[in-house]
């Protein structure tokens, strides 16, 4: 199994261009994440989908779009993007249930730098 | 104040030494609690689960106190390969899909 995995691993945008971060997962889970990482901030949470056919805002959505595709893929769309907006991303996925722990497993990352 | 608080560091401890890192989260309703490892440039993965009771594996020990809020993780005989920065990771409640991660300590083990 490759686990979570996401394209590209690196991307150089000018501000205003859009792009798509691309993420799957062959865990079979329910639910999955994507994150920014940024130097002294952690991770935090952009959006979610709990399960196929629902995403929710996280602590951080303004700026971005995601899609969930299937139960296998999860995109992030930035339409417009600014310098802000350069950080580490990073896609992770989770199962849900009675018992479950709930951890997740993390993808690669993209690192984007926007000029 | 910050839902899940560790100190950033960096520790520096020489090899074979014992390293305590501490954190502490402000939601009484957490249900879940974690300890997650990160590489430098890669991702973050799963070091342990803590349990109420407490929990071992192998040279790495995880308590957890939810009168305080406080959860901590010990590492005993520190190697080489221990080099990483070591995540706080807290499931806010029962309901809750998300995890809220800490900052982060740097641990470097110098030979």
């Known amino acids: 199994n490759a686990g979570v995995t996401q394209t590209p691993k690196f991307q150089v945008l000018k501000t205003g261009q859009s792009m798509t971060l691309q993420c799957a997962q062959d865990m079979n889970h329910n639910s999955m994440y994507w994150y920014r990482q940024d130097p002294g901030m952690g991770l935090r949470l952009i959006y979610y989908s709990a399960s196929e056919g629902t995403t929710d805002k996280g602590e951080v959505p303004n700026g971005y779009n995601v899609s969930r595709l299937n139960k296998r893929e999860f995109s992030l769309r930035l339409e417009s993007a600014a310098p802000s907006q350069t950080s580490v991303y990073f896609c992770?996925?989770?199962?849900w249930g009675q018992g479950s722990y709930n951890e997740q497993f993390f993808g690669p990352g993209t690192r984007l730098t926007v000029l | 104040r910050k839902e899940v608080e560790q100190d950033p560091g960096p520790f520096n401890v020489p090899e074979g030494a014992t390293v305590a890192f501490n954190c502490t989260y402000s939601n009484s309703a957490s249900q879940s609690f974690f300890w997650y490892r990160q590489d430098c440039r890669k991702e973050p993965k799963l070091l342990m689960s803590v349990y109420s009771s407490g929990n071992e594996d192998g040279r790495f020990t995880a308590q957890l106190n939810r009168a305080s809020q406080y959860i901590s993780l010990l590492i005993r005989d520190s190697k080489l390969s221990d080099s990483a920065t070591y995540l706080c990771?807290?499931?806010?409640?029962?309901?809750?899909?998300?995890?809220?991660f800490g900052k982060g300590t740097k641990l470097s083990v110098i030979p």
């Open positions: 992770a996925s989770s199962d």
């Open positions: 990771v807290v499931r806010p409640g029962a309901g809750s899909y998300q995890l809220t």
